[in-house]
């Protein structure tokens, strides 16, 4: 699913924000990446997405070898991969349907493929009763639930989730953790991006651990141990 070699990322022909980092992930893999502040953690999640310049080494995602992606290509490359964030980047203005739907709108998607779609993954995130919302009469929990399911409407088969429960209290952070865990169990790879110890030491799966740019540690059933 992502495989990644000898990468490294320059800014300024001074500051090495990632030095020659190796990674393999398997599709339906639930893999946490950890470090530190200043580690390379958001870097790599850029490189991934295409919203970084790779400089040095290789980037393939799916098969497809995105290290001189052309800018065209960008949005076909975003529309295979969901990603969240901490702060949920909800459009205020709209509803939770809305939100959801924009995506596949702005694709020229059809509207009864659209609603079929966004009620499918409002169901898969537990928001039923509440698709009129708005975003501010939602809870944290709640409008990152919103963002995850319009992370996959176009069904990716990788979802990466930069630092998704950094807003959250404990509670709502459990709850999004078992989201993912259930999504990844449907078959879809999930690439979690954290500097929560407790959370990734509670899963007690696969982590990654960088530090200065390096990666330091590649462990099944690992602990965030920095």
Not at 59 to 83: A, N, S, Y
Not at 195 to 215: A, C, M
């Given at each position: ?9 320059i ?27 200043g ?14 310049k790779?400089?040095?080494g ?36 709209k ?15 059809k ?25 501010l ?11 995850i ?15 998704p ?18 999504i990844?169990n449907?078959?879809?790879?999930v ?33 965030y141990?920095?």
């Amino acid at each position: 699913m992502i495989k990644i070699s000898n990468l490294s990322k320059i800014y300024n022909k001074k500051v090495e924000a990632l030095r020659e980092v190796n990674m393999h992930v398997k599709p339906g893999e639930f893999v946490s990446i950890v470090g530190q502040s200043g580690s390379g953690k958001s870097t790599l999640v850029k490189m991934i997405i295409a919203e970084e310049k790779i400089d040095l080494g290789q980037v393939v995602i799916g098969g497809w070898d995105i290290t001189k992606i052309k800018d065209r290509e960008i949005p076909t490359l975003r529309r295979q991969i969901g990603v969240i964030f901490q702060d949920f980047k909800l459009l205020e203005k709209k509803t939770v349907f809305e939100n959801i739907a924009f995506a596949m709108q702005a694709c020229g998607f059809k509207p009864s493929v659209i609603k079929k779609t966004v009620d499918q993954m409002i169901a898969l995130v537990g928001l039923k009763g509440k698709t009129d919302r708005y975003p501010l009469q939602l809870s944290g929990g709640e409008q990152q639930r919103v963002a995850i399911a319009r992370a996959l409407v176009h069904k990716p088969k990788l979802l990466v989730a930069d630092e998704p429960t950094g807003n959250l209290d404990s509670i709502n952070t459990r709850e999004i953790i078992d989201l993912l865990k259930k999504i990844n169990n449907l078959g879809t790879t999930v690439l979690l991006v954290t500097h929560n110890r407790e959370v990734v030491n509670n899963l007690r799966g696969r982590v990654i651990t960088l530090d200065n740019g390096y990666v330091i540690s590649d462990q099944q059933k690992g602990r965030y141990l920095l």
